[in-house]
């Protein structure tokens, strides 16, 4: 996955720090000592990728992968969505896939899902790399999805706005399309906010027409890892 060497390294000196200080750990069983793991993990990587979230929509994107469940459960939490952002990366590896917290940040940039100026219809292609998805998504059904719209800086601030819902809308809805349930997904539009490219080119405006999910559990995956954490 990307930027797994950084987080790997970090997360291997954490670990070290962690075990051999906590007493209470090495009292745990096999599968406790598991979760634990999950839970530091997800805490050490959304403070190494956190700052990775830019700044216009830091404030949406964290406000949705910021709500932690925490402890034993939240590293259970934590190991699922592991191995659901390992799924993503290799479905689709021209998306950024980010491990944030207990949840993940999926950035579908033009090489995914690109978007024609002043357009919110799915190209051919996105609409292939979107299908990409959906077996991964379905393999996770306790899980809530949030889609954030982007647009470049061309046109008015309030017209961007309005399509960059609606990118995030035709993205929703093609996957529904496709039998991921509706009631998982929540879509927004960040308009010209956080563009991750200059818009001084039309190369980098075209990065900036995209869309980014915020990857959460559910109220039953919530329940589910705190009945698996013995709480």
Do not use: H, W
Request: aromatic fraction near 6%; proline fraction near 2%.
């Amino acid at each position: 996955m990307k930027k797994i060497s950084i987080v790997t390294l970090a997360l291997f000196m954490a670990m070290g720090t962690f075990f051999t200080s906590c007493e209470a750990i090495k009292n745990t069983n096999k599968t406790q000592r598991g979760a634990a793991i999950g839970a530091a993990s997800g805490a050490i990587i959304g403070g190494i990728l956190g700052n990775n979230v830019g700044t216009g929509g830091k404030g949406a994107i964290g406000a949705v992968l910021g709500g932690v469940v925490g402890g034993v459960a939240g590293g259970v939490i934590g190991n699922k969505m592991d191995k659901q952002a390992r799924q993503i990366d290799e479905a689709l590896p021209g998306a950024e896939v980010k491990r944030v917290g207990e949840g993940i940040q999926l950035v579908l940039n033009e090489n995914a899902v690109r978007f024609d100026t002043n357009k919110s219809t799915l190209t051919a292609s996105a609409k292939e790399n979107l299908e990409k998805l959906v077996p991964v998504f379905s393999e996770y059904p306790d899980t809530d999805i949030t889609i954030f719209g982007y647009t470049d800086i061309t046109g008015p601030a309030d017209y961007n706005l309005k399509l960059s819902k609606e990118r995030a809308a035709s993205v929703r809805n093609y996957l529904v399309g496709k039998g991921v349930a509706s009631v998982r997904f929540n879509v927004t539009g960040l308009g010209i906010a956080d563009p991750i490219a200059t818009n001084d080119t039309a190369e980098g405006r075209s990065q900036n027409r995209r869309v980014e999910f915020a990857i959460t559990a559910n109220d039953k995956m919530r329940a589910d890892a705190k009945v698996e954490a013995g709480n």
